[in-house]
């Protein structure tokens, strides 16, 4: 499982490598929260409990310190009386709280909420967090908190731990409603097949070869890639569709089944496998993508369909020709037969779905005859709509921020966001500071100066903290004038805070507290005021011989707006280039390469209209649309142009030819883009908004694909195809008498 930063930028980013290295292993800690709400939390009882609270947390193996309310009046008090202990009166416990606001303001924020605030290494592990966190809540429990007083375990690490296990719960149930919504389509579109719901176990076999395969080539789950098994179930279904639909053809056509087995992977295999190479080339431009959980998701995607294929052609066609070997001896057919004889009625079956397929086919035949007699027209509004939805496209805000990505309903989200309320954001810009010296008082002081400048004059900049706190803290609120003065000072200060703020004689660390800002002013507003301290730094430079480095989370979640806006663009040009490569490479033909590819780029712009239509965000997941569109619908536009070209080589003029096309392969195409929009409606159900809103766009973008199919396809491959027949016309024309006896000669 992963969910943290490095999901959303690659390690090897300069920028990241900044957070990483400098911030994140030196300097960041992540706190769990323990919240505490009620009449008064300034009370002796209540922090008798947090006392032994933290007792049973600080032997817990990964916590760095505990801080407490309870823990700093015990400090205080040795100060005052010599005693580390406790006061036994609510008036004494108030008088140390009342009279050292500055001390106890950032941990109880009011007479009716406190924290205590469990510390650990920003580089803590997944599965060390995990422990701590049910420490806490263990200990949470052993302290025997006064029954009065609500106790809230969230903070940052609770939330990525709860949105890990809500992601691994979510995807049992978006598989199982995948698996019922392809149970109904077999049904409905597949009853003519024996034994038509077997094609939905083998695809569901091939989703557990590509989880097997996930932990062997090392891919993580993320929020993004359990949106990919749904569509693998929609694709992948199809592959042991048309293996299942053939062979049961051969056995019928051949009487053998060996020779049925043999003939199926013959000519289905290839087939299936081009249909398959060109599904891969459109998402292996996922694979470019910058953003980690998007080249994630096409590592995915193109494993789960080579799985799925593996599945069909070997485990799908075994298992259809041992069920054939004893379909005389099922007892469920034994019994149909008593109840219905077979003989009038098999009969009339085949013709009675041969009509419905013939219905289809003549209203496909219809719409293609349509397009062809207004051509200029239909393809004229295709490209304007897909022009418009290319422009509105730009317009589509970018969303990253995570909490907007889980279920708002999230118990550790809600309490996450009351934390927020009541204690205002936690986000931060951390500044890096390489100095000389750490104890240098000129750097102390332009650290003072610039912290109370940035304050002062960014209105969502809304604290500063350092070791310049902790100094003046130490030294009456003043900075000492001499080094030695300051080393002496460090000195005193306890290790676990100096080391929040210092590492070694050569780097000090400045946070700047802004709040909500991800979800306030977003990530272009976050972007906005780095400029701003950037240029405050030059205006206010740190003292010769430093230089400042600006990271931190929200910093480095900015790549991902670049990524998701150039690399977005660049993902589906790259899709289109590859697949437009691979079909050249397979038919060395230009008509052929380019009309499969025209109809999928006018729905690529379509798809961006429907987004703003929908008042849909992008996001790591519906950045790949255009991808997706490329590697799931080229397949139709493949199977419809391969039907044509047969019909066409028969004799069949070109508009014969497509109206044939439309009318034997269109049904079938219609089934199995209905397999696929089916699929990919189970995304519908996710709790996670950001899966949800994908399947939206996506069923709504596969529908388009078929439309564009039947609608812009026709008439698109007339004009090419007549096209280029009137000049190889013009140019045989241009051939002597003489050569042409030659070349028929040379035919003969």
């Known amino acids: 499982m992963k969910s943290g930063t490095d999901t959303f930028v690659g390690k090897n980013s300069p920028l990241y490598q900044n957070y990483d290295h400098l911030y994140k292993n030196i300097f960041q800690t992540q706190s769990i929260v323990v919240m505490v709400e009620g009449n008064d939390v300034r009370n002796a009882a209540l922090m008798g409990a947090v006392d032994r609270l933290e007792h049973q947390l600080g032997a817990t193996d990964g916590v760095i310190e505990t801080t407490s309310p309870a823990s700093l009046i015990k400090k205080i008090n040795h100060r005052m009386t010599g005693r580390s202990k406790l006061p036994e009166s609510n008036e004494e416990i108030k008088a140390i709280i009342n009279g050292n606001p500055e001390i106890f303001s950032h941990i109880i924020p009011d007479n009716t909420h406190m924290l205590i605030l469990v510390v650990m290494a920003g580089s803590t592990s997944d599965k060390a967090q995990e422990d701590i966190l049910t420490a806490t809540e263990d200990a949470v429990s052993f302290a025997n908190f006064p029954p009065s007083y609500n106790v809230i375990v969230t903070g940052e690490p609770a939330f990525g731990i709860s949105m890990n296990y809500e992601i691994n719960s979510s995807m049992g149930v978006l598989?199982?409603?995948?698996?019922?919504?392809?149970?109904?389509?077999?049904?409905?579109?597949?009853?003519?097949?024996?034994?038509?719901?077997?094609?939905?176990?083998i695809v569901l076999l091939g989703i557990v070869y590509t989880f097997g395969a996930m932990g062997y080539v090392g891919i993580p789950m993320s929020m993004v890639s359990m949106a990919a098994f749904p569509i693998l179930i929609g694709v992948g279904i199809d592959y042991a569709i048309q293996f299942h639909n053939r062979l049961e053809e051969e056995l019928v056509d051949k009487g053998n089944k060996t020779r049925a087995v043999i003939e199926t992977v013959k000519h289905t295999g290839p087939a299936v496998l081009i249909a398959l190479t060109m599904t891969a080339l459109g998402f292996v431009s996922l694979i470019t993508s910058t953003v980690p959980m998007v080249q994630d998701f096409g590592k995915l995607l193109l494993l789960g369909i080579i799985m799925c294929y593996i599945s069909s052609i070997f485990v799908g066609v075994t298992m259809l020709s041992i069920f054939d070997s004893y379909s005389d001896r099922n007892p469920l057919r034994k019994i149909a037969k008593k109840i219905k004889p077979l003989?009038?009625?098999?009969?009339?079956?085949?013709?009675?779905?041969?009509?419905?397929?013939?219905?289809?086919?003549?209203?496909?035949?219809?719409?293609?005859?349509?397009?062809?007699?207004?051509?200029?027209?239909?393809?004229?509004?295709?490209?304007?709509?897909?022009?418009?939805?290319?422009?509105?496209?730009q317009s589509v805000p970018i969303e990253t921020d995570v909490q907007s990505f889980v279920p708002q309903n999230m118990p550790?989200?809600?309490?996450?966001?009351?934390?927020?309320?009541?204690?205002?954001?936690?986000?931060?810009?951390?500044?890096?500071?390489?100095?000389?010296d750490t104890a240098n008082p000129d750097v102390l002081k332009w650290i003072d100066k610039f912290s109370e400048n940035e304050v002062e004059s960014n209105r969502h900049i809304y604290s500063a903290s350092s070791i310049v706190d902790l100094v003046k803290e130490y030294n009456g609120g003043v900075i000492p004038d001499t080094s030695q003065e300051i080393k002496d000072i460090y000195s005193m200060i306890p290790k676990s805070q100096k080391d929040r703020y210092t590492y070694g004689k050569n780097m000090l660390l400045l946070n700047l507290n802004i709040g909500n800002a991800v979800a306030d002013i977003?990530?272009?507003?976050?972007?906005?005021?780095?400029?701003?301290?950037?240029?405050?730094?030059?205006?206010?430079?740190?003292p010769p011989g430093s230089t400042v480095t600006i990271t931190g989370n929200s910093v480095v979640l900015m790549e991902v707006i670049t990524a998701l806006t150039t690399g977005r663009v660049a993902m589906t040009f790259l899709g289109l280039l590859l697949v437009l490569i691979g079909l050249f490479i397979v038919y060395r033909d230009w008509v052929k390469a380019l009309v499969p590819?025209?109809?999928?780029?006018?729905?690529?712009?379509?798809?961006?209209?429907?987004?703003?239509?929908?008042?849909?965000?992008?996001?790591?997941?519906?950045?790949?649309?255009?991808?997706?569109?490329?590697?799931?619908?080229?397949?139709?536009?493949?199977?419809?142009?391969?039907?044509?070209?047969?019909?066409?080589?028969?004799?069949?003029?070109?508009?014969?030819?497509?109206?044939?096309?439309?009318?034997?392969i269109g049904s079938a195409i219609v089934a199995s883009g209905a397999t696929t929009v089916f699929g990919f409606m189970a995304l519908l159900a996710?709790?996670?908004?950001?899966?949800?809103?994908?399947?939206?766009?996506?069923?709504?973008?596969?529908?388009?694909?078929?439309?564009?199919?039947?609608?812009?396809?026709?008439?698109?491959?007339?004009?090419?195809?007549?096209?280029?027949?009137?000049?190889?016309?013009?140019?045989?024309?241009?051939?002597?008498?003489?050569?042409?006896?030659?070349?028929?000669?040379?035919?003969?």
């Open 522 to 542: 977003k990530l272009t507003g976050i972007k906005e005021l780095t400029n701003i301290v950037k240029q405050d730094l030059q205006w206010m430079p740190a």
């Open 686 to 748: 996710s709790p996670f908004p950001m899966i949800s809103d994908f399947g939206t766009v996506t069923v709504i973008d596969i529908t388009l694909t078929l439309l564009a199919t039947f609608v812009f396809f026709p008439p698109l491959i007339i004009l090419l195809d007549t096209w280029r027949d009137k000049r190889k016309g013009a140019k045989t024309a241009e051939i002597q008498p003489d050569t042409k006896k030659q070349i028929q000669g040379a035919e003969i």
């Open 597 to 664: 590819v025209i109809p999928m780029l006018i729905v690529i712009g379509w798809s961006g209209g429907v987004m703003s239509y929908l008042n849909i965000d992008y996001t790591p997941i519906t950045a790949t649309l255009g991808a997706l569109i490329l590697g799931v619908g080229s397949e139709y536009a493949i199977l419809m142009m391969e039907r044509y070209f047969e019909e066409k080589d028969k004799g069949l003029s070109p508009i014969e030819a497509i109206n044939r096309a439309s009318s034997k």
């Open 175 to 201: 598989l199982g409603i995948s698996a019922v919504f392809m149970l109904l389509v077999l049904l409905l579109v597949f009853r003519h097949a024996r034994w038509c719901v077997l094609p939905l176990p």
């Open 412 to 436: 550790s989200l809600v309490d996450l966001r009351h934390l927020g309320n009541i204690m205002g954001g936690s986000e931060e810009l951390n500044l890096i500071i390489k100095v000389e």
């Open 343 to 393: 003989n009038p009625e098999k009969k009339k079956k085949p013709e009675e779905e041969s009509e419905s397929d013939r219905a289809i086919g003549r209203f496909l035949q219809k719409i293609t005859n349509i397009t062809i007699k207004y051509d200029v027209i239909v393809l004229g509004i295709g490209c304007l709509l897909c022009f418009g939805g290319l422009y509105l496209d």
